[in-house]
């Protein structure tokens, strides 16, 4: 009798909210897939053309952006040669699979394989056009130089760049004998 009157107490205390049901199953913000550690290859050919290592991603479905890297990242990008040509850094940044663009965020900085170094708060990597930019204030400094603009495109290596509404300090000298 005593276990009749447990079961049927149990029954009877065991209520679920559908309301809270659906929203628990169907909340689509939820990532599929969380890794932790991870580092990702992106190679052409068998040759490695970028090296992506973060602390954290959630990858999503059915949503844009499909990838979140929420806690920092390192992107290397490689020439044909499989040497590094240069390295981005962020705290956040989200890739957009399908239209294959990363967005990158907050202390967002690139170094090139002849330190240079640009910093932003966004930087914007559209895989198809092959090239970096951002329409935000940026700070470039090189060996002799410290420049400072809004708005600046590059190839991902870094090599060659332009920089809009641009002030700072150039170095002119030439030399002379």
Known sequence: MRLFLFFLVVLVSCT???KLVQEFVSDKQQPIEQIKGAELLHTENGKVKVRVVASRIERFQDIE????????LEVYF???SSQLQSTLMADYASIDEGK???LAQNN??????????????????????NKIFTDKKVKITTGKEVIYGEGFTST????????????????FATQTH
Request: aromatic share 10%; glycine share 2%.
């Open 108 to 129: 967002v900085i690139l170094i090139s394989s002849d330190d240079k170094k640009l910093e932003t708060d966004e930087l914007i990597w559209d895989e198809n056009k």
């Open 78 to 80: 490689y020439n044909d």
């Open 156 to 171: 991902p290596d870094f090599k060659q760049y332009s920089i809009t509404k641009i002030n700072g300090t150039f170095d």
């Open 100 to 102: 294959k663009i990363m």
């Open 16 to 18: 679920n909210d559908p």
């Open 65 to 72: 952006p499909s990838l979140i890297f929420s806690d920092h």
